[in-house]
């Protein structure tokens, strides 16, 4: 089987194009990609989170629901300038991106007994 002198050429400035355009496509198709779900349940009892270490990917996309046993609490991450309050015997969700990675600590705010100060968990973002 024989190309056309046009055939090859198509060929040839096809595999050119891509080649100058080939990381450019490349970011977009890993901007296209779909990001990773990752939820979790957190129960905060006796001023305590637990589980009081969450780990998810740079870029995934987070989902904590939080689920009071008792007193009123907050969940509280000001790197991501998150803060949402939890009822007492009531529940909560945050959800937000997690675009930078570190290791971000997350605490109850409020200022109605003194042991809110002590009720404290991390967030650990892996790069990608």
Avoid: C, W
């Avoid at 194009?17 to 198709?29: C, D, N, T, Y």
């Avoid at 998810?56 to 007193?71: A, N």
């Avoid at 529940?91 to 002590?118: Q, V």
């Amino acid at each position: 089987m024989t190309l056309s002198r046009r055939a090859v050429g198509v060929v040839l400035l096809g595999a050119g194009a891509f080649l100058i355009a080939g990381p450019a496509v490349v970011r977009l198709f890993a901007q296209d990609q779909a990001p990773n779900r990752r939820e979790f349940t957190v129960t905060v009892k006796d001023f305590h989170f637990s589980p009081n270490r969450l780990e998810v990917t740079q870029d995934d996309l987070v989902k904590v629901v939080v689920h009071s046993e008792d007193v009123a609490y907050s969940l509280t991450i000001d790197e991501y300038r998150l803060s949402k309050r939890i009822p007492a015997g009531g529940e909560t969700t945050l959800e937000f991106r997690a675009d930078r990675s570190g290791t971000f600590s997350f605490y109850s705010n409020l200022t109605s007994d003194a042991r809110h100060k002590d009720t404290r968990g991390e967030m650990v973002v892996h790069p990608r």
